[in-house]
């Protein structure tokens, strides 16, 4: 390009005023991403005034695979599994100490208890219900649902008796005031709902009331970091992946922070495993931009991999 034409194109955006509203676009964002950055035990304490929307869980449609859920659907199989595993390594615990052979004595009924804390519509818990141990003991083993909004219970709840799953028992309850009795529940799963958790030390300890002894916590969450933030918080929200407002970066929790919450409540850590997202180009969707993404399939790395989004773990009471 010759220099006149270049001059002329570099004063016509200087008049149009284009530099500065890029670069202060730029700036806004570089501001942002910086602030992912924050000191590593700052998910320890409450937070205040994030922007995370759980309106939206309202009228998410939990139950349309390519709907706004389409993401928990995706990643389901893998979360059952590991999910599945974890109950089962807890239940052959319990049924050992507990003297009784595996559907030899129906006394055992009922006395086992999963709880699933921000269950949402139920797709991981009915997941599990076709979970290879699970499926086989699950008379055995009493499951509750808890979420905060009304209406996903009650889609829950709906689903449930469609699919005869009567044995699943869904409750409207906040993860900060749970209705469980101290020391009543044997594992407590928390998937997807620790990031949207402002005051995260208050739950934990909550959780941690209504554990029995040598109880157990499985979750699953996201870490806060530049990659994280670009890919879930930005691409994802962008492409529809997932609903914008789905989640503000600060409430993402590094593994660090989840371990000293755990110490706190006297919890030992076990495992930080990466679970990866794989997306794929859909040539289709290229004529309605944002549907030009979409996800592919949900795998998990190896514990020593490093973690860069989501990722799933466990810990015991001591
Ligand atoms: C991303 S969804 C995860 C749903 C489900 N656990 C799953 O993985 O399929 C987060 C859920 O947490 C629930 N939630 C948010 N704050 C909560 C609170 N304080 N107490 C209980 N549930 C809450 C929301 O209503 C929503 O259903």
């Not at 500065?20 to 991403?33: A, C, D, I, K």
């Not at 910086?34 to 449609?61: A, C, F, Q």
């Not at 999963?114 to 086989?136: F, P, R, T, W």
């Not at 409540?265 to 944002?290: L, T, Y």
Request: aromatic share 12%; charged share 20%.
């Amino acid at each position: 390009m010759s220099p006149i034409i270049f001059a002329f194109i570099l004063s016509i955006l200087v008049m149009l005023d284009i530099p500065h509203t890029l670069f202060g676009w730029y700036e806004e964002y570089l501001t942002m991403v910086w602030k992912t950055m924050e000191p590593l035990d700052y998910r320890i304490n409450e937070i205040n005034g994030s922007s995370v929307n759980n309106e939206l869980y309202h009228d998410i449609g939990w139950w349309n695979r390519n709907g706004w859920a389409k993401g928990l659907h995706i990643i389901n199989d893998v979360r059952v599994e590991y999910y599945g595993r974890e109950i089962e390594k807890s239940h052959r615990r319990f049924e050992h100490i507990s003297g009784t052979p595996i559907g030899m004595d129906d006394s055992t009924y009922h006395q086992f208890v999963v709880a699933d804390i921000g269950c949402g519509g139920g797709i991981l818990m009915e997941g599990l219900q076709n979970h290879s141990y699970v499926k086989h003991i699950k008379r055995k083993i009493k499951f509750v649902g808890v979420d905060i909004s009304r209406h996903s219970i009650k889609e829950a709840v709906i689903h449930a008796n469609e699919h005869h799953h009567y044995h699943i028992d869904y409750k409207v309850a906040s993860a900060y005031s749970l209705p469980f009795r101290n020391e009543s529940i044997d594992v407590i799963m928390l998937s997807d709902i620790l990031d949207h958790l402002d005051d995260l030390p208050r739950a934990m300890n909550e959780v941690s009331r209504v554990l029995k002894d040598h109880g157990k916590i499985v979750f699953g969450t996201i870490t806060r970091r530049v990659w994280s933030y670009l890919n879930i918080c930005n691409l994802a929200e962008w492409f529809g992946l997932i609903p914008l407002g789905t989640h503000d970066y600060r409430l993402f929790i590094t593994p660090d922070e989840m371990s000293t919450l755990f110490n706190a409540i006297q919890f030992k850590p076990n495992e930080f495993i990466p679970m990866d997202v794989s997306w794929k180009f859909d040539w289709n969707g290229m004529v309605a931009f944002r549907n030009m993404i979409r996800f592919n399939k949900a795998t998990l790395k190896k514990a020593s991999c490093p973690v860069k989004g989501l990722y799933l773990g466990y810990a015991h009471k001591k």
